[in-house]
């Protein structure tokens, strides 16, 4: 299982910090993504971290904004995100995957003043 959190409504500018903890998987064997979908578009990669988190991968729109960590000891991956904007608005998905594969509920995110 997977739960997200920290989202919310932020002004443009502002930064948010989401979370996602996992139970019931060995959290350390996974790599873990945030994805996002916005109303009306198809959910999108944004960033990708390995098990060790020593390889992480970010999708244009979140590079030098984003940023994506893990501690392996909490079973929780996090999404720093900085320098938000509107296009930022999104339900926050995180993945794990390690052949199999497991979603989250999704945490949304409202960039607007």
């Known amino acids: 299982q997977l739960v997200e959190s920290g989202g919310g409504l932020v002004q443009p500018g502002g930064s948010l910090r989401l979370s996602c903890v996992s139970s019931g998987l060995i959290f350390s064997a996974y790599e873990m993504r945030w994805y996002r979908q916005a109303p009306g578009k198809e959910r999108e990669f944004v960033a990708h971290i390995s098990s060790t988190g020593h390889r992480k991968n970010y999708a244009d729109s979140a590079k030098g904004r984003f940023t994506i960590t893990r501690d392996n000891s909490k079973n929780t991956v996090y999404l720093q995100m900085s320098s938000l904007k509107p296009e930022d608005t999104a339900v926050y998905y995180c993945?794990?995957?390690?052949?199999?594969?497991?979603w989250g509920q999704g945490t949304q995110v409202t960039v607007s003043s």
């Open positions: 993945n794990a995957r390690a052949g199999r594969e497991y």
